[in-house]
């Protein structure tokens, strides 16, 4: 495997029975569910990513939110520990792909923790403290990483799902969320307000593309005035169920420590 990859997990034909928190439960169209993420898929194939399959999971129903799985530190990949039951069985398959890609995968054994509530931003790695993801989780995922030259920060999140369903990070560092979900938007440094809650969510493609919710028109505009070329893709079924364009994928942008032939 070389240049630049991203895991993503095909979603089960159960997706409409997927873990809710913080909002009701509406009806899930799942074939159209199939269409936007093969849709979303495009898009990254589109920018320059191939993409890597982790092998479906069909009897786990949020398994197509693959980010929850696992944590990539250059080319070492901490496999996380879900808090859900229903989605513990989700994390083998992604570390078999892993390692199998010559990736250094290494398991957490100790609390919970969701891929989700993990933001990095340099050699800063931000981790909320939520629902899913425990002190005990915080406590091992840093004793994990901490010796790969990163620093690890907890920071509470009350309001949503996960930490990045809150807040992402624009390339240059900058922290972008819709204030009524940030717990303490004076926590984080150079924040920037976005005017809608899926325009929280960025994925950056590199050369200054960055993909979002289709769903964020005036946050697409915002960052296209900051300089930056937002990529939109449809991801309306997903959000039914406290999905947004970070949970879909995880992008490998280290080369394996052992590439495989």
Known sequence: MTGNRALVRRPSPRLADGLLTHLDRVPVDVGLAGEQWARYVDALTGNG????????ADDCPDSVFVED???????TAVISRPAAATRKPETAATATTLEAAGYDVRTM???????????????RIYIGRTLRTSAA???????????????????????????KSAVT???DGTI???PPVVDDPG???????????????????????????AGAQRSAELISDLGYTPVPVDIGEFEKLEGCVTCLS????????????
Do not use: N
């Open 137 to 163: 989780g915080i406590a091992e995922f840093r004793r994990i990483t901490e010796p790969l030259g990163v620093t690890v920060i907890a920071v509470p999140v009350t309001k949503v799902l996960h930490l």
């Open 187 to 213: 926590f984080w440094p150079h924040f920037r307000p976005m005017p809608e809650e899926a325009g929280s969510h960025v994925v950056d493609l590199g050369d200054g593309r960055l993909l979002l919710s």
């Open 176 to 178: 972008i969320g819709y």
């Open 169 to 171: 990070a624009l390339p």
């Open 69 to 75: 799985t696992v944590v990539m530190i250059g080319a």
């Open 109 to 123: 054994r100790v609390g919970t923790l969701d891929g989700g509530d993990v933001l990095k931003v340099g050699d």
């Open 250 to 261: 995880v992008r490998l942008r280290a080369e394996p420590a052992q590439p495989r032939p």
């Open 49 to 56: 990513w191939a993409a890597v399959e982790v092998p479906a």
